[in-house]
């Protein structure tokens, strides 16, 4: 019997050891994003893209990841608690935050601690002010309002524009400036501006008739779903026929909860990526994703997925080891990153990183049909 407990325990203790032996040979690889909250669709699909990710990396049997994901709600507060939170699990590599104001706020401590920090999706530039090991996978917000208002110029979408923006909010305010820049330069009629602010998200009845009063053809929406989600829906109640335009931030409308997807019909967005491309990276992770989790991957996801295999791509080429310390690691990753690094993935083709931590890649338009998104022509 003492041999048979013996056994045993030198069993449990081979496999407590093969198992920490796994852990520490793993780069860990912490992430951030809101899955509570009035922007959850957003850190649901980075967290289900990046878990794929990791997956897909870790057997291929060669360099490991562990992920550990932490939420914040959209908050910036939150985002940093979480940030903490992960320095203490031993975090090495920061995937997000998700959304801008958040990811503002966690830069300063990336920053202090040499952290390497690549965001899927958090578009301000305010993100990557007085960073230097902090860089976006999604492009910035001034390349968003400046191809929204080309896009709409160059298709003549329309005659009389009405914006609605958050005013509170640094990724809303920073695409409306360009976009208001470049709608000058274009010769676009914008007929009303109407703001908001996240206290006053639930009633646009003003906002929308003055738009109407304003004889408004196109609303340009540089917000997120949730509140676009509210607009169109009163905007249908009071019998107002009019087009939308959006960016990355509608992302994620076609699956909110209780939305009705018609709503959305004929809707344009920009995104750096739509599931309906015929090249197999796309069909293959669209394939993963759905058979996973049960719906079409957003622009969130993929932006996550190449975050991961971006990461994996420079700690190959770096020689990076899980046993040095984030600091290290951040500096020859940072060295290496804006030194002639490209990288193809789901959301751009050979994509490059300024040490100003944007990355060089275009948005394209995409189109709602039939409650789904297609390439916009």
């Given at each position: 019997?003492?041999?048979?407990?013996?056994?045993?325990?030198?069993?449990?203790m081979?496999?407590?050891?093969?198992?920490?032996?796994f852990?520490?040979?793993?780069?860990?690889?912490?992430?951030?994003?809101?899955?509570?909250?009035?922007?959850?669709?957003?850190?649901?699909?980075?967290?289900n893209?990046?878990?794929?990710?990791?997956?897909?990396v870790?057997?291929?049997?060669?360099?490991?990841?562990?992920?550990?994901?932490?939420?914040?709600?959209?908050?910036?507060?939150q985002?940093?608690?979480?940030y903490?939170?992960?320095?203490?699990?031993?975090?090495?590599?920061?995937?997000?935050?998700?959304?801008?104001?958040?990811?503002?706020?966690?830069?300063?401590?990336?920053?202090?601690?040499?952290?390497?920090?690549?965001?899927?999706?958090?578009?301000?530039?305010?993100?990557?002010?007085?960073?230097?090991?902090?860089?976006?996978?999604?492009?910035?917000?001034p390349?968003?309002?400046?191809?929204?208002?080309?896009?709409?110029?160059?298709?003549?979408?329309?005659?009389a524009?009405?914006?609605?923006y958050?005013?509170?909010?640094?990724?809303?305010?920073?695409?409306?400036?360009?976009?208001?820049?470049e709608?000058?330069?274009?010769?676009?009629?914008?007929?009303?501006?109407?703001?908001?602010?996240?206290?006053?998200?639930?009633?646009?009845?003003?906002?929308?008739?003055?738009?109407?009063?304003?004889?408004?053809?196109?609303?340009?929406?540089?917000?997120?779903?949730?509140?676009?989600?509210?607009?169109?829906?009163q905007?249908?109640?009071?019998?107002?026929?009019?087009?939308y335009?959006?960016?990355?931030?509608?992302?994620?409308?076609?699956?909110?909860?209780?939305f009705?997807?018609?709503?959305?019909?004929?809707?344009?967005?920009?995104?750096?990526?739509?599931?309906?491309?015929?090249?197999?990276?796309?069909?293959?992770?669209?394939?993963?994703?759905?058979?996973?989790?049960?719906?079409?991957?957003?622009?969130?996801?993929?932006?996550?997925?190449?975050?991961?295999?971006?990461?994996?791509?420079l700690?190959?080429?770096?020689?990076?080891?899980?046993?040095?310390?984030?600091?290290?690691?951040?500096?020859?990753?940072?060295?290496?990153?804006?030194?002639?690094?490209?990288?193809?993935?789901?959301?751009?083709?050979?994509?490059?990183?300024?040490?100003?931590?944007?990355?060089?890649?275009?948005p394209?338009?995409?189109?709602?049909?039939?409650?789904?998104?297609?390439?916009?022509?």
């Amino acid at each position: 019997m003492k041999k048979a407990m013996s056994l045993v325990l030198a069993l449990v203790m081979v496999f407590a050891l093969c198992s920490t032996a796994f852990a520490d040979d793993a780069i860990k690889l912490g992430a951030i994003g809101p899955i509570t909250g009035g922007a959850a669709i957003y850190g649901q699909a980075v967290k289900n893209a990046a878990e794929i990710a990791v997956e897909e990396v870790n057997a291929l049997g060669g360099l490991q990841f562990e992920l550990k994901y932490e939420d914040d709600a959209h908050d910036a507060e939150q985002s940093v608690n979480a940030y903490g939170t992960l320095m203490d699990w031993g975090m090495q590599i920061l995937v997000g935050p998700v959304t801008s104001t958040p990811a503002a706020a966690v830069a300063p401590e990336a920053e202090a601690d040499g952290v390497f920090t690549l965001t899927p999706s958090a578009s301000s530039p305010s993100v990557c002010t007085n960073t230097t090991h902090v860089f976006q996978m999604c492009f910035a917000d001034p390349n968003q309002g400046i191809g929204s208002a080309d896009y709409i110029a160059d298709n003549k979408l329309s005659d009389a524009i009405a914006i609605i923006y958050n005013n509170g909010d640094a990724y809303s305010t920073g695409i409306y400036e360009k976009f208001v820049e470049e709608a000058a330069v274009k010769g676009l009629n914008i007929v009303y501006t109407g703001t908001f602010t996240d206290d006053s998200a639930t009633d646009f009845s003003t906002q929308i008739t003055a738009a109407q009063n304003a004889g408004a053809d196109l609303f340009y929406l540089p917000i997120y779903y949730t509140p676009i989600s509210l607009i169109m829906a009163q905007a249908a109640a009071m019998n107002y026929q009019v087009k939308y335009f959006g960016v990355d931030g509608m992302d994620g409308i076609l699956t909110l909860e209780g939305f009705d997807t018609a709503l959305a019909e004929g809707a344009y967005l920009l995104t750096p990526f739509s599931a309906d491309k015929d090249d197999e990276l796309t069909k293959n992770f669209v394939a993963k994703y759905e058979e996973k989790f049960g719906e079409v991957p957003t622009q969130f996801a993929a932006d996550a997925y190449d975050c991961v295999y971006a990461i994996y791509n420079l700690c190959t080429a770096t020689g990076v080891t899980a046993d040095m310390e984030c600091d290290e690691m951040g500096d020859t990753l940072t060295a290496a990153f804006t030194n002639g690094f490209t990288f193809s993935g789901l959301t751009g083709d050979n994509m490059t990183w300024a040490p100003t931590g944007e990355v060089s890649k275009d948005p394209m338009a995409v189109i709602i049909e039939n409650g789904a998104y297609v390439s916009a022509k």
